[in-house]
């Protein structure tokens, strides 16, 4: 017995040096996160603000049951004004409703024999559905629905105004993209095309009236504010 205690002593010192001439042990790999691509989702309510630029594309009048149609690009001016929506996106489609309204300073006048005679979009607006596809942070669109448009034509001379207002209601189409540059703030260009239906002017002095009705070009751009948090980018 002390003879086989003696022996794994006398192994212990080889077994110790043996120890220290290995080599430390591997550690793992450390695990670093990797963070996700940042995931955009239109779904929401949102306001905003718009402005820009428009000009008409055809006048028509219609007289004792006759219309004559001119293409004319003479009433022109800017516009600026308010926008308010819901977005709802499934996948990659983006489906919505957008009312929008605008004061407008698109005018023409002209002056003849003394009289001026003024016509003037006073404001316009529209409400109009959406469908549209999103590519992450970028929406591309296309609208279209109703329109509506506050008309004033009036004739100045020899001291006298005569002036006289008129609701038009008509259509719209158009399209634009929309760019979501910081979490829930988003900036849009637009064009778009509308048409406004004849209505009869100066029916105390003209039997049945005179009837006129327009369409025009405008091109806009605007931002809007997104609410909620499904607009954020998580990651």
Known sequence: MRFR?????????????LAADLPPAARAPAIVPVAAAPVYDWTG?????????GWS?????????LTATANTSDIKGGFAGGTAGYNFQSGPAVFGVEVDGAWSGMTFSEADLGITLAEKIQAFGSVTGRLGWAASSLLLYVKGGYAWAD?????????VTLSESH???????????EYLF????????????ADYGNVAYLTSFVPGGIGFGFTTHTVKAGINYHFGGPIVARY
Do not use: D
């Not at 008309?151 to 001291?159: D, L, P, V, W």
């Not at 609701?167 to 993209?177: N, P």
């Open 151 to 159: 008309n004033q034509i009036s004739a100045t001379g020899f001291g």
């Open 57 to 65: 594309n055809q006048v028509r009048e219609t007289v004792g049951g």
């Open 182 to 193: 910081v979490p829930n703030w988003s900036a849009k260009v637009e064009y778009m095309y």
């Open 167 to 177: 609701f038009h209601s008509g259509w719209t189409i158009g399209g634009g993209l």
């Open 5 to 17: 205690i003696a022996a794994l002593a006398a192994l212990l010192p080889c077994t110790t040096v």
């Open 45 to 53: 309510f949102y306001v905003g603000a718009m402005g820009g630029y």
